[in-house]
């Protein structure tokens, strides 16, 4: 079975910090795709940052960074320079070994970014 | 710009209606997905279609049906709708080359059974 946990409801941060968004998971598969969404208030999920897991750097895409530890089955988002508008719920989501077209969804992580 | 549509972003229903939620992709995906969003579940996996004509059952799918006559349009139907199915309902689509990309998602169906 396949699992995604992210321990997190809710977390504030300052406008212009960094902030961790923690998300482990479980598989005994050796090959599978890490996933990060961002859901603003309007509801549409965004497609954020993709990781893989014979990646050997962490995955980058401008603020957005994934630090994974593969060994832990962590799969973290960190974003930096925080701004108000990544005030929104951010999933992390896992792709089945045997179904790259099937996901494993979070509950998700609820970010408040205080001015 | 490439879009998923759900047609309505919010749907009040009596219990025991027939409740039909559509959602059509421009994309030329082949894959097409629902997901329902509920508080601390995240999103749960209905139904999901490869192909036309075409269609398999994700973690929960009981108490809906799905229909894809058409590539581009992919139909979640509600049987006889029952207020535990209130909840945000998410259509997503994808290409299977693109994997590392995931899915595309509509802005979703809050629906409302009373």
């Known amino acids: 079975a396949q699992k995604i946990t992210q321990t997190q409801p809710g977390m504030f941060v300052q406008e212009k910090e960094a902030v961790t968004l923690d998300c482990t998971y479980d598989?005994?598969?050796?090959?599978?795709?890490l996933f990060w969404y961002k859901q603003p208030s309007s509801g549409e999920m965004i497609f954020l940052i993709y990781?893989?897991?014979?990646?050997?750097q962490n995955a980058t895409e401008g603020r957005y960074s994934l630090n994974f530890q593969k060994a832990r089955k962590s799969a973290n988002l960190v974003i930096s320079a925080s701004q108000l508008g990544d005030s929104a719920m951010y999933f992390c989501?896992?792709?089945?070994?045997?179904?790259?077209?099937?996901?494993?969804f979070g509950s998700g992580t609820k970010l408040n970014v205080k001015p | 710009d490439v879009k998923v549509t759900q047609s309505s972003r919010y749907l009040v229903k009596r219990t025991g209606e027939k409740v039909f939620l559509e959602c059509v992709q421009d994309?030329?995906?082949?894959?097409m997905f629902w997901y329902r969003q509920d508080p601390g579940l995240g999103l749960r996996l209905i139904y999901f279609?490869?192909?036309?004509?075409?269609?398999e059952k994700g973690d929960i799918p009981e108490g809906y049906s799905v229909s894809r006559e058409k590539k581009e349009r992919f139909s979640l139907i509600l049987e006889s709708a029952s207020t535990n199915q209130t909840s945000m309902y998410l259509c997503?689509?994808?290409?299977?080359?693109?994997?590392?990309?995931?899915?595309?998602f509509g802005s979703g169906t809050r629906l409302t059974v009373v």
């Open positions: 997503a689509s994808s290409e299977g080359a693109d994997q590392n990309y995931g899915y595309t």
């Open positions: 598989t005994s598969d050796p090959s599978y795709g």
């Open positions: 990781q893989g897991s014979y990646d050997q």
């Open positions: 989501a896992m792709r089945d070994a045997y179904n790259f077209n099937k996901f494993y």
């Open positions: 994309m030329d995906h082949e894959n």
């Open positions: 279609s490869y192909d036309v004509k075409m269609k």
